[in-house]
């Protein structure tokens, strides 16, 4: 997913012509996709910032629908990724029900739709920017713990492999 959401990044990037200047690479990550300062992410924290992501990239799609034919390979992509998040998400409700729902609440609230195009258009790069790093960070952190298990076991292995002392 994290090639996949680079990818993505890219292309809008390009497409949107908001690639001059690094427009978009900003530092001003969402609250939503921010690494909690304590404690290791696991697949469990995956939820909260799938949820957000599934709610951003619905924004996206709808605000790239009222400029682009049907077909646009923007709409394409934004889906493939939309439907990835919403996988994740369903993967992780099957793992991890979530618990029953508080009464009153509300859902995340989307982008005002007074922001001018250009502006969503960014806002909207610049989400795509962040979930590109967010999930190229969570890879990584997968890849190293694979790594770490793979190290262990074989540790484990050659040791149990030693004669016993007489």
Same mark, same amino acid.
Request: hydrophobic share 35%; charged share 30%.
């Given at each position: 997913?994290?090639?996949?959401?680079?990818?993505?990044?890219?292309?809008?990037?390009?497409?949107?012509? /908001?690639?001059? !200047?690094?427009?978009?690479?900003?530092?001003?990550?969402?609250?939503?996709?921010?690494? @909690?300062?304590?404690?290791?992410?696991?697949?469990?924290? /995956?939820?909260?910032?799938?949820?957000?992501?599934?709610?951003?990239?619905?924004?996206?799609?709808?605000?790239?629908?009222?400029?682009? !034919? @049907?077909?646009?390979?923007? &709409?394409?992509? /934004?889906?493939?990724?939309?439907?990835?998040?919403?996988? &994740?998400?369903?993967?992780?409700?099957?793992?991890?029900?979530?618990?029953?729902?508080?009464?009153?609440?509300?859902?995340?609230?989307? @982008?005002?739709?007074? /922001?001018?195009?250009?502006?969503?258009?960014?806002?909207?790069?610049?989400? &795509?920017?962040?979930?590109?790093?967010?999930?190229?960070?969570?890879?990584?952190?997968?890849?190293?713990?694979?790594?770490?298990?793979?190290?262990?076991?074989?540790?484990? !292995?050659?040791?149990?492999?030693?004669?016993?002392?007489?």
């Amino acid at each position: 997913m994290a090639e996949d959401a680079q990818e993505l990044f890219t292309f809008y990037e390009k497409e949107q012509h /908001l690639d001059i !200047h690094n427009m978009c690479r900003t530092n001003n990550t969402p609250e939503w996709l921010r690494r @909690p300062a304590k404690g290791p992410w696991g697949l469990r924290r /995956l939820r909260r910032p799938a949820i957000h992501m599934d709610q951003a990239l619905q924004d996206i799609i709808r605000q790239q629908r009222n400029l682009h !034919h @049907p077909e646009a390979e923007i &709409l394409r992509r /934004l889906s493939r990724t939309h439907r990835k998040v919403r996988a &994740l998400l369903n993967n992780l409700a099957g793992l991890f029900p979530a618990p029953s729902p508080r009464p009153g609440r509300r859902p995340l609230p989307s @982008p005002a739709a007074s /922001l001018s195009i250009f502006r969503q258009k960014l806002q909207g790069c610049q989400i &795509l920017w962040s979930y590109a790093r967010f999930m190229a960070e969570r890879s990584a952190e997968l890849d190293a713990g694979s790594r770490r298990t793979r190290r262990e076991k074989g540790r484990s !292995h050659r040791s149990s492999r030693l004669p016993a002392p007489p």
